[in-house]
């Protein structure tokens, strides 16, 4: 899972609460994404950023919240105005090479969430 | 958003045969990746083609592009129980990575 960690890896969440998912990594990479995962389905992504104090909404971004205050760091807030949380949430970073273009996206061990 | 699609959806084949998967995209590349997932881990990376190569080793993995098609195949050789697990192709979408749904593979014993 290199140089990706986070945490927890399982996480329950009573409705109405907001909970927070951490991602670290110390690739030195610029740019981070998050992803929701649900059974059997590919990934769908949710926020990412590509420098620190700045990041972007994905696909299905609605009931979700990202800070980027540090390059290593990109926590993600699921609130309670996500509808159906329940789901595996993985993160990742990756590189840009020197021409401006990106390599390979190294992804952390997930974590799975669910709403009790 | 564009995407890949893979085909087939599931595949069960006997240990030592060899695994094809095939992913279809829309739109024009740079590159195309591929990915592992193990049950409940993380996505880990196999191997990028980028949009002038035809085709890539890397041990027994081939991977093969046609970019005329949009389309690009994934083949495991002498397949191993290890090799069980869901594979994803994935394309660039400017500053972001779009994934499709993958292909589940069971390596029968």
């Known amino acids: 899972d290199g140089g990706i960690t986070q945490s927890p890896k399982y996480l329950f969440r009573k409705e109405g609460q907001n909970v927070t998912l951490s991602c670290e990594q110390n690739l030195n990479h610029d740019a981070m994404y998050w992803y929701r995962q649900d059974p059997g389905q590919g990934l769908r992504l949710i926020y990412y950023?590509?420098?620190?104090?700045?990041?972007q909404k994905g696909d299905i971004a609605e009931g979700y919240s990202v800070s980027r205050e540090k390059k290593e760091s990109f926590p993600l807030t699921v609130t309670s105005a996500q509808k159906n949380p329940t789901a595996f949430y993985l993160c990742?970073?990756?590189?840009?090479?020197?021409?401006?273009?990106?390599?390979?996206?190294?992804f952390g061990p997930g974590t799975r969430l669910t709403v009790l | 958003s564009q995407q890949g699609e893979e085909d087939p959806q599931a595949l069960s084949i006997q240990e030592g045969e060899n695994a094809t998967m095939n992913c279809s995209y829309k739109?024009?590349?740079?590159?195309l990746q591929w990915y592992r997932q193990n049950s409940g881990r993380g996505l880990v990376h196999l191997i990028l083609i980028r949009s002038n190569e035809r085709e890539k080793h890397s041990g027994r993995l081939r991977v093969t592009l046609d970019t005329s098609k949009k389309s690009s195949s994934l083949l495991i050789t002498a397949s191993r129980a290890a090799d069980t697990a869901s594979y994803f192709c994935?394309?660039?979408?400017?500053?972001?990575?779009?994934f499709g749904k993958g292909t589940r593979l069971h390596i029968l014993p």
């Open positions: 950023s590509q420098i620190v104090n700045d990041f």
């Open positions: 994935a394309t660039d979408d400017r500053d972001k990575i779009i």
């Open positions: 739109t024009s590349i740079n590159n």
């Open positions: 990742a970073s990756r590189g840009q090479l020197a021409g401006g273009s990106y390599n390979e996206q190294f």
